[in-house]
């Protein structure tokens, strides 16, 4: 575990120097959920690269505005789409959980201990949640308790689906019991949790689609006015305080996107 944390992490000065900022921290905990096996330093210097590579494309176009546009763009386009990779992933662990805890019953009732049981069903889980059941087994063969191997499952993975199961296992660990009905129980609340979950996304749906279509449709009718009148767009980023019209537009589109979303945005 060492040995990959090091060859993941790096030594070098500078990935140390960045790791002790909340930039660093943050970089690596979502790396670290999307399961990317690059350091912060690298993908830090990804979205340099990517933002300058937006910059020189807009700086084609000989306007400063678009210039700062692409270049801001595209320097956070890696850290979505690292978001947007981890968080799947998370959704995609969660909804497993389900699946693994049949599995771990069924060997359970079969006479495997907890620890049997989870090499006897890693081979049969789909991804992520397979990787997952791995590197907690291989945490083990190098001598880690199965609570501690856990619980970095755990907070590798940040599901609550996945917390009940790990806290059900927690407690037969520390004063025994027959745990696989404890992990049926479990098993079922899951899935009724997931059920009420996809209603929620049906019947939010329109409103959450609603919320993209708003923040949008400004920035895409803005576009294609300064495409066939640039001079028109222009006249609202002439110095004095005409600036303050676009500055307040921008920050309304994006107040009411955040007010739809946490408004549709329901917790299970």
């Given at each position: 575990m060492e040995e990959k944390e090091e060859r993941i992490w790096g030594p070098e000065p500078l990935q140390?120097?960045?790791m002790r900022t909340a930039l660093g921290k943050n970089l690596a905990k979502w790396l670290s959920l999307a399961n990317w096996s690059i350091t912060p330093t690298e993908f830090l210097l990804l979205m340099i690269l990517s933002g300058l590579l937006g910059a020189a494309v807009g700086l084609l176009q000989r306007s400063p505005l678009i210039l700062v546009a692409l270049g801001v763009t595209a320097f956070f386009m890696p850290y979505l789409y690292m978001r947007h990779s981890a968080q799947k992933r998370r959704q995609a662990a969660g909804v497993q959980v389900a699946e693994l805890l049949q599995f771990l019953v069924g060997a359970l009732r079969?006479?495997?201990g907890i620890?049997?049981?989870l090499e006897s069903i890693a081979p049969q889980l789909p991804s992520p949640i397979k990787e997952e059941i791995e590197l907690?087994?291989?945490?083990?063969r190098l001598g880690l308790a199965l609570p501690e191997a856990l619980d970095r499952m755990a907070k590798r993975v940040q599901s609550d689906e996945l917390d009940m199961m790990v806290v059900a296992i927690h407690?037969?660990?520390?004063?025994?019991?027959?745990?696989a009905p404890i992990l049926e129980n479990i098993s079922h609340t899951i899935r009724d949790r997931l059920r009420l979950k996809r209603e929620i996304n049906i019947l939010t749906a329109q409103q959450r689609m609603s919320g993209y279509i708003l923040a949008v449709l400004p920035v895409a009718l803005a576009a294609i006015m300064y495409a066939l009148n640039p001079d028109y767009i222009m006249r609202l980023f002439a110095p004095g305080w005409v600036r303050i019209l676009p500055i307040t537009a921008v920050l309304m589109i994006f107040m009411g996107f955040m007010v739809i979303r946490k408004i549709v945005q329901i917790h299970v």
């Open positions: 140390l120097l960045l079969a006479g495997f620890n049997h049981a907690v087994l291989r945490s083990m407690v037969q660990y520390d004063v025994g019991g027959n745990l």
